[in-house]
């Protein structure tokens, strides 16, 4: 059970880019429905990396980051209901209005109000001892509690497998084969699809997406169009002009191409491979919170299967060496987690 909520709290904060500190903070204070969650271990995910570097403008200094966590809820606000304290639960990091066309049809990730943990610096984030969220952000998880930190990413690739309609006859081929390539593979195989191919030029995750039980493809020696044979859908989890171009060539007439990479925002487009071969290119975000439950659902089962994903686990002092090293590249590491209660992690 938990014990007594503390005052002050440690938070990583984004000093400077560049730079996290370590810092006291406040314990944030659980408003009228929302839940305190005691976070015991949050991923560092690319967009924390860009955030830290200061290359997608999407993060600010003094903010506290972290969105990809699994805590123990701690205490409850007002009202809030659907948890009990002690219970283990992963976090949907978008907040959205509830009210408009999209959160009312269940497409809350794509409510033009829509908020994100982790990204506004204005709201309770995870690298941090304590979350606040709204009880319905917080879903159980009943599994190993470090699978739990990869229920965000995971539930990325759930979603944009299922944007582009993989089924079991679907003959796939994922561009990328980073945390989120990683986790449309994944997807990938859990809706059945008859083959997955994963195209990646860095050796050290080619490896690991082949230790995952992928058939990989380096781009840089081979031409992946042709190893790819037929393909129904690919998913272009790097989103460059390169990928684009690569995924429309390799896709057969009639299929479909999905891009969830945010690898540039603006890219150039074959237009013809587009109209002449009726191909289908469609966006993926995030994640339907009924596909981010599901991922969750789905997880805490498939603990064997997902360990691997987890390069390694360090505690907070170690996590600006840790950004630092993946940010300039001398850290090869495909997901590291930052546990702020290793003694809860298992
Ligand atoms: N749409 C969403 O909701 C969403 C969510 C999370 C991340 N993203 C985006 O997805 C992308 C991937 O995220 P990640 O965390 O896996 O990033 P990552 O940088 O860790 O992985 C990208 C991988 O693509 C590989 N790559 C580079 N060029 C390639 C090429 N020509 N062909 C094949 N592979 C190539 C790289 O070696 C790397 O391993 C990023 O752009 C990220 O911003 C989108
Ligand atoms: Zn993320
Ligand atoms: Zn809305």
């Known amino acids: 059970m938990p ?35 005691r976070i015991v271990a949050t991923g560092i995910c690319g967009s924390d990396l860009h955030g830290y570097t200061g290359e997608n403008g999407r993060r600010q200094p003094g903010q506290v980051m972290g969105h990809e966590t699994v805590g123990v809820v701690a205490a409850l606000g007002d009202g809030a209901t659907g948890h009990a304290l002690g ?15 999209r959160c009312l049809e269940g497409n809350a990730h794509i409510c ?19 979350l606040a969220a709204p009880a319905a952000n917080l879903v159980p998880f009943a599994g190993d509690v470090a699978v ?5 990413p995971l539930a990325v690739g759930y979603h944009a497998a299922l944007r582009g309609g993989v ?27 008859a083959s997955v191919l994963v195209s990646e030029p860095h050796p050290a995750r080619r490896t690991l997406v082949a230790q ?14 042709e190893a790819a044979g037929t393909i129904d859908v690919t998913i272009d989890a790097v989103g460059v002009s390169a990928t684009l171009a690569t995924a429309l060539a390799a896709t057969s007439a009639g299929g479909t191409v999905v891009l969830v990479g945010m690898g540039a925002p603006t890219v150039e487009l074959p237009a013809y491979a587009i109209s002449t071969a009726e191909r289908t290119l469609v ?16 997880a805490a089962g498939a603990v064997a299967e997902l360990a691997p994903l987890i390069s390694r686990t360090v505690g907070p002092e170690q996590a600006q060496a840790a950004f630092a090293g993946l940010a300039d590249g001398s850290d090869s590491a495909s997901k590291i987690l930052v546990a702020f209660a290793p003694d809860l992690l298992n």
């Open 87 to 101: 219970d283990v639960v992963v976090l949907n990091p978008n907040l959205a209005c509830g009210t408009c066309a």
């Open 3 to 37: 014990t007594t909520v503390p005052a002050q709290m440690r938070a990583l904060v984004l000093a400077d880019f560049g730079n996290l500190l370590l810092e006291d903070r406040p314990t944030p204070v659980p408003a009228p429905g929302e839940v305190l969650v």
């Open 112 to 130: 033009a109000r829509r908020r994100v943990i982790g990204v506004d610096p204005a709201i309770s984030s995870a690298f941090a001892d304590y």
């Open 283 to 298: 966006g993926a975000f995030c994640y339907a919170p009924a596909h981010f439950a599901d991922t969750a659902a789905w």
């Open 212 to 225: 995952l039980g992928f058939a990989v493809v380096d781009p840089g020696t081979e031409d992946v169009h």
């Open 167 to 193: 089924d079991a006859d679907s003959r796939v081929l994922v561009l990328g084969g980073g945390p989120i390539g990683q986790a449309v593979a994944i997807a990938c195989r859990r809706l059945g699809a």
């Open 148 to 152: 739990g930190a990869l229920v965000e």
